[in-house]
């Protein structure tokens, strides 16, 4: 994922979404705005609908000449695997099985030849967090019963733990005393970064792996990447999640900077353990704190309402932040399920930011495209894309969460696992032995190096100001 401090040193084309952005309207169409009545469940429904539809025009994976499971330039991988675990989520809310062909076309397409999401197309830029996403997206598939594969294919479990095999056997002892690092290979920029969307993904399938197979590796696991995490301070004493640290200066430093998904990751996960505990009181107060210090994502302006506060208030969300509001409102909505004495602190938020994100989704030719701001009263900021459409959906979609069942665990789940997927290891890129580094490479290495350190050391606020 291009999401930390590399992401102001390696940005997409942009002429994909120039191109885009010519056909779309300047003004909103309030005639053909999205409609959304909160009381009122069938309203609810069309108005994630809408979203979706709205989302899912940006995929042609499933058309002529398209790749399924990819997006088309600006997006990174990653994005994708997370659009479908909206994707899946929106099936479970709704129970509209219009995209679920596509969906698990793409979330089959993208497992490489180990079944552990590791494909050819992909691995030789891939980092931790961008795997994730994509297990965690069939993570929800397993715990939701969102329809199995054919059984000639990957199941979702057994995907997952692929994953988190793999990634267990990252864990970095080396440096910093544990932790993972944000790039798999060496050779890629920001292989000395242990950020925190990396750890808090692992941490995350760790605790939704122990409470769905009630297997206590699993637990443990979860346990010691909290530690860790707490450890090197990249969850703060009063439960603030900061973005990484670096091998470099021994994580003894961190960029200070906060993002919506790092405390939505680990508060999920922390809410699972909450579950799996039955009800730890130490759990408990870890999932309470990191509720009560969301706080600094909902804006003081407009009570209730999410925004990115690192990149929102100044217009410089790249391509890959303008979709994280929709994590946390994914992981706040799962939360309220697993942990539900939370239910009345999140509930609030999540019905206020649906209710401003649905407002201001009256942009485009279609008159209900979404921007990103939710903050403006309903009026839409000129922005659009596969982010603004997802955060909207999430945000809408999470208010069904008290018309759907818990999530299951395998007692009542169909997914067919396998606790030694992921057994085969790391492997180098095909042909990468053969190519050669560039002193151009070297160079930009360097200096991404450079900048990573004096962010971390600085507090990398110029990222976003």
Not at 85 to 113: I, K, R, S
Not at 172 to 181: E, S, V
Request: aromatic content about 12%; hydrophobic content about 40%; glycine content about 10%.
């Amino acid at each position: 994922m291009r999401v930390s401090l590399s992401a102001s040193a390696r940005q997409p084309s942009q002429s994909w979404t120039a191109v885009l952005g010519g056909a779309l309207l300047l003004s909103g169409n309030l005639a053909n705005a999205l409609q959304l009545n909160l009381n009122d469940v069938e309203s609810i429904k069309s108005a994630a609908r809408t979203a979706a539809d709205g989302m899912m025009k940006y995929y042609d994976g499933n058309k002529t000449g398209g790749t399924p499971g990819n997006l088309p330039e600006p997006y990174y991988w990653w994005e994708c695997g997370a659009m479908f675990g909206a994707m899946v989520d929106y099936w479970f809310y709704t129970g509209d099985t219009t995209y679920n062909e596509v969906t698990t076309q793409a979330l089959l397409a993208q497992v490489g030849p180990d079944n552990d999401y590791m494909p050819p197309n992909q691995t030789k830029t891939e980092g931790n967090d961008d795997q994730a996403f994509w297990a965690m997206a069939v993570m929800s598939a397993a715990e939701n019963k969102f329809p199995d594969p054919p059984a000639d294919q990957p199941q979702w479990l057994a995907l997952v733990q692929a994953v988190f095999n793999l990634q267990a056997a990252r864990w970095d002892d080396a440096t910093c005393n544990g932790g993972l690092r944000w790039q798999i290979y060496s050779f890629n920029n920001g292989y000395n970064y242990k950020n925190t969307i990396s750890n808090g993904c692992f941490f995350n399938m760790a605790a939704r792996l122990a409470r769905y197979t009630g297997n206590q590796t699993y637990t443990d696991w979860a346990n010691k990447m909290w530690d860790w995490s707490v450890q090197v301070n990249l969850i703060s004493e009063d439960y603030r999640f900061f973005d990484g640290t670096d091998v470099l200066i021994n994580c003894s430093n961190v960029n200070r900077i906060q993002w919506t998904y790092n405390a939505g990751v680990y508060l999920h996960g922390a809410a699972n353990m909450y579950n799996l505990t039955n009800g730890d009181p130490v759990w408990e107060q870890r999932t309470k704190s990191i509720l009560e210090a969301t706080s600094v994502f909902f804006s003081p302006e407009v009570p209730n309402v999410m925004y990115e506060v690192a990149c929102e208030p100044f217009g410089k969300c790249n391509v890959d932040q303008r979709s994280f509001k929709a994590y946390l409102s994914r992981w706040m909505a799962a939360t309220a399920q697993v942990a539900p004495f939370t239910y009345d602190f999140i509930m609030p938020k999540l019905r206020a930011s649906a209710d401003a994100a649905a407002k201001q989704c009256i942009g485009g030719d279609d008159g209900n495209t979404c921007g990103i701001k939710w903050t403006t009263n309903g009026v839409w900021d000129g922005s659009f894309g596969v982010g603004e459409q997802m955060t909207a959906l999430s945000v809408i979609g999470a208010n069904l969460i008290t018309k759907v069942p818990a999530p299951v665990t395998e007692k009542e789940g169909t997914s067919k696992g396998d606790p030694t997927g992921g057994s085969s290891g790391d492997k180098l890129p095909e042909g990468f032995a053969t190519g050669k580094v560039t002193s151009g490479d070297r160079a930009g290495a360097g200096f991404l190096t450079t900048l990573i350190l004096l962010g971390v050391i600085g507090g990398a606020w110029w990222l976003v100001a």
